[in-house]
């Protein structure tokens, strides 16, 4: 009887070992939470204004414009452990990801931040792009080879640096209209692309090769490269990726507007912008709602494509939820938030 005791307490005392261990053992899964709301019409910790424009007159007015976002905890440098991947599940406020969602096997944490740290500057040029295009201010623009695979047709022939002026004969739009003439093809088929380099025009044709998602490339990255007539400086610290696009573009025009945007209404929203105003989808809004109403915001605008995101949220009952597709969209929606007239477009459950 005493053996058959300690062999129970000793196999209950392994099980607990075991089930204690595999509860901070680390998993491959990243938690999404509330993150931080920048109010882009406001100040800096230091006290600047979020968005500074030189070079032209400006406005401050009331109310908020806010971007908001989504923190990351997990990843390669610093995985979960099975209890805090519990508690994220059981919480309403937080979401489990598979790890890979944010940092792929394939490419490191450095990359990943990278990357993002560039999507934000392209996501505060495009929306500087959208913002003067709204308010019919004129600016000039050029597509530009930012970056060149080694390994793709375009290797030895486009350059970093080369201005873009012509697809097939057809004069260059910008980067998104560029990457989506190349596309207009069947992979493996031509392409002639024509280039400034150095003062010189340079004509070169290529084959097309096969994307990940089955489109035509020639493997390169192409950005814009506008000539704005003045200055405008974004300041969020080390906040990183495209989803503020839009909320820069609004915070950009009652920056430059004599009349503010929202009246002292507290607004946030998400979502990436382009060059031509279009608003496009996003990840983290049920968190992103989260933070909105934390900031005190009264309304919420989010892109068309994310609308099915929104009833998940904790928060989705203490907002006010308002989609849009386009920036101008976005702009009359403030407006009947500010007049009271008319009705906001909402999104509605599948």
């Known amino acids: 009887m005493f053996r058959r005791a300690m062999t129970l307490i000793v196999a209950l005392a392994l099980l607990a070992g075991l089930a204690v261990g595999g509860y901070f053992l680390p998993v491959p899964y990243i938690v999404a939470s509330p993150g931080l709301a920048v109010n882009t019409i406001g100040e800096t910790e230091g006290e600047e204004p979020v968005i500074q424009v030189d070079g032209r007159k400006t406005y401050t007015h009331e109310g908020g414009l806010n971007m908001v976002t989504v923190q990351y905890t997990g990843g390669p440098q610093g995985r979960m452990d099975l209890f805090n991947l519990v508690r994220a ?91 989506e003439e ?50 405008v400086d974004i300041s969020v610290g080390e906040i990183g990726g495209p989803s503020a696009g839009m909320m820069f ?15 002292g209404q507290a607004v946030a929203g ?15 809004v049920a968190q992103k709602m989260v933070s ?21 949220s904790a928060a989705s009952d203490d907002l006010s939820v308002v989609r849009v597709s386009e920036l101008s969209e976005a702009v009359s929606a403030l407006e009947t938030i500010r007049t009271g007239d008319g009705e906001l477009p909402r999104c509605e459950a599948d």
Do not use: H
């Open 270 to 284: 998400t979502g990436t912008i382009t060059p031509q105003g279009t608003v496009g989808g996003v990840s983290g």
């Open 182 to 231: 190349v596309a207009d093809r069947d992979p493996g088929d031509d392409v002639e692309i024509t280039v400034e380099r150095d003062g010189d025009t340079e004509r070169f044709e290529m084959p097309t090769t096969e994307s990940d998602d089955g489109t035509a490339v020639v493997g390169v990255m192409v950005a814009n490269n506008p000539d704005f007539p003045f200055e």
């Open 292 to 312: 909105a109403q934390r900031k005190g915001a009264d309304y919420f605008l989010v892109p068309q494509e994310s609308c099915d995101q929104t009833f998940d």
């Open 89 to 179: 599940w059981l919480s309403p406020n937080e979401s489990v990801l598979p790890e890979e969602a944010v940092f792929p096997p394939e490419r490191s944490v450095e990359e990943v931040s990278e990357e993002q740290s560039l999507e934000m500057e392209d996501s505060q040029t495009a929306a500087t792009a959208a913002a003067l295009t709204e308010l019919g201010i004129d600016y000039e623009n050029e597509t530009v080879i930012a970056d060149v695979d080694e390994d793709a047709p375009a290797a030895g022939k486009l350059e970093q640096g080369d201005t873009v002026t012509e697809v097939d004969g057809e004069p260059a739009g910008s980067n998104d209209e560029v990457a």
């Open 249 to 263: 573009a609004l915070g950009i025009m009652d920056r430059l507007s004599p009349e503010g945007l929202t009246d």
